[in-house]
């Protein structure tokens, strides 16, 4: 899905609606330059064995979107990732990207080596994967304006299904 997006972005910037259930956060939590916003949820924690920690959050939109639910140009600009209270990082976008009622803003970490940035808002839902040789996170939807950040474990990725692969001999 994050192909078919990104391949075809055309520039344009068009307004997105958000859920029936979602309202812009009030201009307090733009100040705040953080993109995740606590939050509390009754749903059970994943307990997936390529789910390292997880965080319950809602989704600071006006970062992202303007008042007319439009997307902000923030090329060239930083925006806190707060994926943890304590894991933090600057993200750096370098594009920001339309496809009908789609936005893509995809960067870098900010220092941080070998990382890659890539946010969606797509039919009013945001997802996210952020990654740095420290670890990869990813943020999805569990339900109304409410968002999981994960960490994923690596070394637990493939699962019982997963087939070790050796590298070609020289």
């Not at 390292?52 to 090329?75: F, H, M, Q, T, Y």
């Not at 080596?113 to 040789?133: M, N, Q, R, W």
Request: glycine fraction near 8%; include cysteine; charge should be negative.
């Amino acid at each position: 899905m994050f192909a078919a997006i990104i391949s075809s972005c055309n520039g344009e910037i068009t307004s997105t609606p958000l859920p029936a259930n979602q309202s812009l956060p009030e201009k307090s939590a733009l100040a705040s330059g953080e993109l995740f916003l606590d939050a509390e949820s009754s749903a059970e924690a994943p307990s997936a064995a390529y789910v390292a920690r997880s965080r319950v959050v809602k989704i600071n939109l006006p970062l992202l979107l303007d008042e007319n639910g439009r997307a902000r140009e923030l090329r060239g600009k930083e925006i806190t990732l707060n994926l943890f209270p304590d894991v933090s990082y600057a993200g750096v976008i370098e594009q920001v990207e339309e496809n009908g009622d789609s936005y893509t803003w995809i960067g870098h970490l900010k220092d941080v080596e070998f990382s890659a940035l890539t946010i969606i808002l797509t039919d009013g839902v945001f997802i996210a994967k952020i990654a740095s040789p420290d670890g990869v996170y990813e943020v999805s939807s569990i339900g109304g304006d409410l968002y999981r950040v994960i960490l994923i474990n690596q070394e637990n990725l493939g699962g019982e299904d997963a087939v070790d692969i050796d590298p070609p001999k020289p």
